[in-house]
């Protein structure tokens, strides 16, 4: 994986988690899952994801698929595709739930 976990606290707001990344170099790698890609990933295992997901209840899904999340970031910035705005790589619905 090119990319390894930088530090282990990441900050969950509505719209999702930001989760921090370092290249081999050591250099931070701003990384971001949506709301809506935890929640459909959720449900891909039967958990009940609520539609009314509290920062709490994100906070748990997040740390349940964070390794899965972390190695798809790691792919996607490793194959050249990069976040736009504050967000160095985002991982997608479409990314996590395939």
Do not use: W
Not at 5 to 28: I, K, S
């Amino acid at each position: 994986m090119l990319l390894s976990r930088h530090q282990e606290e990441f900050e969950t707001t509505a719209a999702g988690c930001r989760f921090l990344l370092q290249d081999m170099g050591g250099n931070p790698v701003k990384g971001f899952v949506s709301r809506e890609a935890l929640m459909d990933r959720a449900a891909k295992d039967d958990v009940d994801p609520d539609p009314d997901q509290t920062i709490k209840q994100l906070e748990r899904l997040f740390e349940r698929y964070r390794l899965e999340i972390e190695i798809i970031a790691s792919t996607k910035y490793e194959s050249g595709f990069r976040g736009a705005g504050e967000h160095d790589v985002v991982v997608m619905n479409a990314d996590l739930n395939q």
